[in-house]
């Protein structure tokens, strides 16, 4: 699922997702997500990673953000916690339902087709009817490939593969090699550059309990 959660939801998928903005007090996604991390005291001052989307899940998201409570925020973006009222809402607002187990067991929508089988029991549950896993398109119910993500090929029917944060910030060495680092790679706390040029001073820094 934005700065580590939502990028570490492309943990699970989630959503997530990431591009260099400004922290402006715009109303927008990223000023919501940005103020949450701030309020639960995961994020200090300086430059981030996030995008605005500007769709109905993200306004969606904005509502489920605005009102999480920090334990469940600090849960889901440190340690992609499956079972939160946040959790949830975050999941039902690109479309994805709970799972419930053979066994009973409900399991957060994020576990939906992310390629590890989570039911108890050897249950694969969460893993069934799906043609591919990964990253969850944000509009429609279609998931494709991570590494289809940024690649300039539209896969998502609604486009949602090729966000904002897919436009090519600059060039760096990554193991030696040329490669074009992404704007969502900016300040998301991962470094990717060897000399990690892509992890500036001026980059807000991050840090879980």
Not at 43 to 57: I, M
Not at 74 to 83: E, K
Not at 98 to 114: A, E, H, Q
Not at 184 to 192: E, F, G, M, T
Request: glycine residues 10%.
């Amino acid at each position: 699922m934005g700065t580590a959660g939502l990028c570490l939801l492309l943990l699970t998928a989630l959503t997530a997702a990431c591009s260099s903005s400004d922290d402006s007090d715009d109303g927008g996604f990223c000023a919501v997500w940005n103020g949450k991390l701030r309020q639960c005291g995961l994020l200090g001052g300086g430059r981030t990673s996030c995008v605005n989307y500007n769709d109905a899940a993200e306004r969606c998201e904005i509502a489920c953000t605005s009102k999480a409570p920090c334990n469940e925020f600090v849960d889901y973006t440190c340690t992609a916690g499956d079972v939160s009222a946040f959790n949830d809402c975050m999941a039902k607002c690109i479309g994805l339902e709970p799972v419930t187990c053979k066994d009973g067991t409900v399991l957060s929508g994020f576990s939906r087709c992310n390629g590890t089988a989570e039911c108890p029991g050897g249950d694969d549950s969460d893993e069934m009817s799906c043609k591919v896993t990964g990253f969850k398109c944000r509009g429609v119910m279609q998931f494709v490939d991570l590494a289809r993500v940024c690649d300039q090929h539209r896969d998502c029917l609604d486009g949602s593969d090729e966000h904002a944060g897919c436009k090519t910030a600059f060039s760096c060495k990554v193991g030696g090699t040329t490669t074009e680092i992404n704007a969502a790679s900016v300040c998301d706390s991962v470094a990717q550059c060897d000399d990690m040029s892509d992890e500036p001073i001026e980059c807000a820094p991050f840090a879980c309990p």
